[in-house]
């Protein structure tokens, strides 16, 4: 039996406070056995309001507080990790939430809830250490009985994200005991662990289990270092540090958030040190962004997702690997970042999104050539038609629109038809004669940030694979990559498998969209997951000591 004892992110804190004597995961003492009986002996409690529950402005707040200012855009209507991906949503959540399995700012699984597991060498049982007397910011008790009530729910209700890989391998999810959670497999996964970190999955209270949330005021509440304590509609929002937290040491008393609609704002209150730490509107019009002579630093957070157009392959004209390379370099990605997604974007080196478990870059060189508009090609001029949603992804129409006016540089006319269908791709792939069209936009997510959830793009007669590309030595590294136990060759085999995918360059690469993030020089511990968690629970100064 492998056994795997984690700290996570708070490891990172061990060499510093250990002399000081502060415990990373600490066990509270057991409550006294009065406390159980504390409420029915209460023979007169008034009865519950019926309103939904608001967070309170009363809030005792010490007045040599530790805050930590952010601003951003208003880009969510909840908390709820269950139903909110913003960047900026999921930033917040980072103060409210955790999961069971966190990963690390290279994708590998850490500590989360869970303070450590155990893993069978067949790698189809697992067992996960839940930390004793923690608790929601209800009240409400963190047991493993809960931990299983809240995955099995998720199974039971999320629908089709469910049923992607590798929750649809999942057998049975059970509390051995209050302490001890026990996850059994139909199958092994060697990307299990990375799955249990999307954010979904999120852990909450118990009352919220199998109640939606209908507002900001009326997020879940949930096991992470902070609580929302008031709100201002649309300007402001307050996350106090909670006392009975047991987790990673956390470093600010008071998370105040300024709700600001503009690109133009987020940067006004970031230069005049009103925010340590601003997210930025996606693909908003803006001023160049702040400078390290500022003392501000900038970073390019990637999303996991990738942008693509599918070839047909179907169609003769793509049977031809050179016409499809040659559509690769005929594409001037840089540009489009920059006049589509105002920066908010990376050129793809590989198939697989920044940071997952096997990505690696393709030895195939997709750089934009400008020579191509006057150098002979592999095709006289043609007029090709594609299918694309509108709405449906970031930026997804004008994207198509800059692309074409690219295409016309190389002698292709891109005619294109345009869709808000809900359930496309699928119904794209599934329904639409494949006659109708010579390629279509798509968009890889994988939320469990597994690779093997995106084997059904490549495989030859996979579910996602409209295009009919078919390649049998990626059929056979898929197959081999996603059955490997050993991390090492299993990671390996994936890359093999990603770098023959690209060379085969059975779709258009497009982007990777991003997003950015400015903060002052003076903080330390930025940490960013590649599964588009922003930890601002990790952050902090020089002036900021940890919890005694």
Known sequence: ???????????????????????????????????PTAVPATATIEPTPTTPPQPTPTIAIPVDAAVLPVVLSPSFETLDPRTESSPEARALQSLLYQTLVALDTAGNPIAGLAYGWEATADGLSYTFFIPTGASFSDGATITATVVSQNLNEFLLTAGSAAAVYPYNIIDTIDAVDEATLAIRLKQPCNTFLQALANPRLSIISPEWISRPSASLADSPAGSGPFRLVSMETGSQLTFLKRSE?????????????????????????LTAGQALLGIFPQAAQRDPLPTAESGLQTRLLALPEMQVMAFNFTRPFFN??????????????????????????????????????????????????????????????????????????????????????????????????????????RSVIEN???????????????????????????????????????????????????????PELAEAQYCQAAQQIWADAPYLFLLQPAYTVAYSSSLEGFTASPNGWLHLDLLRTELTTPPE
């Open 432 to 486: 639409q004669p494949l006659a109708n069209y010579d390629l279509y936009f798509v968009q890889f997510e994988s939320p469990s940030f597994s690779p093997a959830a995106l084997d059904e793009w490549f495989r030859s007669n996979g579910a996602l694979n409209g295009g009919k590309y078919a390649n049998p030595q990626v059929d056979d590294l898929l197959s081999r990559s996603r059955n490997e136990l050993e």
């Open 245 to 269: 937290y047991t987790g990673a040491p956390v470093f600010f008393d008071l998370v105040r958030v300024s709700l600001v609609p503009s690109a133009a704002e987020v940067r006004d209150q």
């Open 1 to 35: 039996m492998r056994k795997i004892h984690l700290r996570g992110l708070a490891t990172l804190f061990l060499i510093t406070f250990l002399a000081a004597g502060c415990a990373l995961f600490t066990t509270p003492a057991p409550p006294v056995s009065s406390a």
């Open 320 to 425: 031809s690997l050179q016409v499809r390379q040659t559509f690769n370099r005929a594409i001037d990605r840089a540009a489009l970042i920059q006049t589509v997604f105002m920066g908010d974007a990376l050129a793809p080196s590989g198939i697989y999104p920044i940071g997952m478990f096997g990505a690696c870059a393709g030895e195939e060189d997709y750089a934009y050539n400008p020579s191509l508009s006057s150098s002979p090609l592999p095709w006289e001029r043609v007029t090709l038609r594609a299918l694309a949603p509108e709405g449906l992804y970031r930026q997804d129409r004008a994207l198509i629109e800059a692309m074409s006016s690219q295409f016309a540089l190389v002698g292709i006319n891109l005619t294109v038809d345009y869709t808000s269908r809900e359930d496309y791709p």
